[in-house]
């Protein structure tokens, strides 16, 4: 019988002084916590706060808010040990995430900014200065992004459609607000799971009717479906996006029964993954 030992927790040597010699103490190392000069970091705590405290946040600039705090309080003499430390906190980060895609890329482009600046300028106080300044304006920029899709997305609903769409979605809910603003009547169509409901309630209170179907359902209803509108939790490299289970077979059926399938999300959600065939391994 093959037996199936548990990896053990990363643990973290300390030097504990006693009657002036240092001995080692093991203490186990969390999983999200990185080890500064000034103490212990919970960067997967930061990340999830933040996420808790801000609905409309999502998560790549999330995860770039918690960098920028992790940044914040590094103590690094030279930029090798800023650098280094930055990259421990980032994979911290992913490692206690359990699906880490869309915060990677906030991760990655977080980084690029980072390595950028210190090519110009070798000054960490001034790269802190000039984070603080620039995450909030990127806070902003974010959520401004969200209003733009929307506005230009929402010529895609036209009088009298039927709009399609899986989970819930904040750009696609904000294409659909945008077009009643525009006096659009049109029919929705969501499937149950993933915040499909959620949808269905918002969209219910402002007037608009929703059918909610299993995602089983999806091959039966396509047929009344004009147009199929999905968010996306990332897109990778060859253009292919990451999103909740069931967007494939939606999207696959909408092309086989000839349906327009668009796919909307921000650019800051791009991945700097490649998946050779076609799946990706969480």
């Known amino acids: 019988m093959a037996a199936f030992v548990a990896p053990e927790p990363p643990t973290l040597h300390v030097a504990v002084p006693s009657d002036g010699d240092s001995v080692s103490a093991d203490v186990p190392l969390e999983l999200g916590v990185v080890m500064l000069n000034t103490g212990p970091f919970d960067i997967r705590n930061v990340y999830l706060t933040y996420l808790r405290n801000d609905h409309d946040l999502t998560m790549p600039v999330a995860a770039i808010k918690s960098l920028v705090d992790l940044v914040e ?14 990259n421990k906190g980032i994979n911290a980060l992913k490692d206690s995430i359990r699906n880490p895609i869309s915060l990677s890329a906030g991760c990655d482009l977080f980084l690029r900014f980072i390595v950028r600046f210190l090519r110009h300028s070798q000054s960490l106080p001034r790269l802190v200065t000039h984070l603080k300044q620039s995450y909030k304006l990127f806070d902003l920029r974010a959520k401004d992004s969200r209003t733009k899709i929307a506005k230009l997305g929402s010529s895609f609903i036209t009088d009298g459609c039927t709009v399609l769409t899986i989970s819930f979605s904040r750009i696609v809910l904000g294409m659909m607000m945008d077009a009643l603003k525009k006096h659009i009547r049109f029919k929705v169509i969501a499937t149950e799971g993933a915040g499909g409901k959620k949808l269905a309630s918002i969209l219910r209170s402002k007037g608009i009717p929703v059918a909610i179907i299993p995602e089983s359902a999806v091959g039966y209803a396509m047929s009344s479906v004009d147009i199929v509108l999905i968010g996306a939790e990332g897109v990778v490299e060859n253009g292919g996006i990451i999103n909740v289970l069931g967007t494939f077979q939606m999207a696959t059926l909408a092309k086989a029964a000839g349906k327009s399938v668009f796919a909307v999300c921000e650019t800051h959600k791009f991945v700097r993954l490649y998946p050779i065939n076609g799946s990706l391994h969480l």
């Open 73 to 86: 309080r590094i103590n690094a003499q030279t930029t090798a040990e800023f650098l280094d430390v930055l």
